[in-house]
């Protein structure tokens, strides 16, 4: 039983680049979400999808795009990263409610 | 919009001695519901407890348990009886029932008990 699997689990970035963070839960979780937590900062959310088909911007929505795939998994862009955008990067799921969120293991992300 | 407020960057308790982190929050929806999960160093989320604004009694799981007083809109985790264990990062979080299941989180705590 994996949870929610978050791939990578590193990447160095420089300036510039693209890449796809990849999340995948196993849950049957309608809703999922992508957090940046920063040094001293918590989590801030950047994107969520409460169900299939559907994405909201968060709280610090600049500078990336997201993609629910399916049920199962939910992906978070970078089309142009920056430096400010070094962070660890969490991705959750969850059922509506008084459900809790299941987090990934998170993707340490590094932008020279 | 909702936010929660989590003041303490960094608390110290005795092993075996009981602590409180503060949480308080904001928002105009009744309904929502308030969770509270523990982040070690080792960086995994981990669930501890959660309150529904319409639950009658304060939510406890073990040696945790929450005050919830709705009308100072505060939520405050307390831990009992402090393992070394407990060090961690602790955050408050919060859900809106209906804003599309949008979940907000505080700044967090770092707790440390002391041996």
């Known amino acids: 039983n994996a949870g929610v699997t978050q791939t990578p689990k590193f990447q160095v970035l420089k300036t510039g680049q693209s890449m796809t963070l990849q999340c995948a839960q196993d849950?049957?979780?309608?809703?999922m979400y992508w957090y940046r937590q920063d040094p001293g900062m918590g989590l801030r959310l950047i994107y969520y999808s409460a169900s299939e088909g559907t994405t909201d911007k968060g709280e610090v929505p600049n500078g990336y795009n997201v993609s629910r795939l399916n049920k199962r998994e939910f992906s978070l862009r970078l089309e142009s990263a920056a430096p400010s955008q070094t962070s660890v990067y969490f991705c959750?799921?969850?059922?509506?409610?008084?459900?809790?969120?299941?987090f990934g293991d998170g993707t340490r992300l590094s932008i020279l | 919009a909702q936010k929660i407020t989590q003041t303490q960057p960094g608390m110290f308790v005795q092993e075996k001695e009981a602590v409180t982190l503060d949480c308080t929050y904001d928002t105009s929806d009744p309904s929502y519901g308030l969770f509270w999960y523990k982040q070690p160093s080792s960086g995994e989320m981990i669930f501890l407890i959660y309150q529904g604004s319409y639950d009658q009694q304060n939510a406890t799981e073990g040696r945790y348990s929450l005050n919830f007083q709705k009308a100072r809109k505060s939520a405050n985790l307390v831990i009992s009886a402090s393992q070394l264990g407990d060090s961690a990062m602790y955050f408050c979080a919060m859900r809106v029932t209906g804003n599309n299941n949008d979940m907000r989180f505080g700044a967090g705590t770092r707790l440390t008990v002391k041996p």
């Open positions: 849950m049957n979780h309608n809703s």
């Open positions: 959750a799921s969850s059922e509506a409610g008084r459900w809790p969120q299941h």
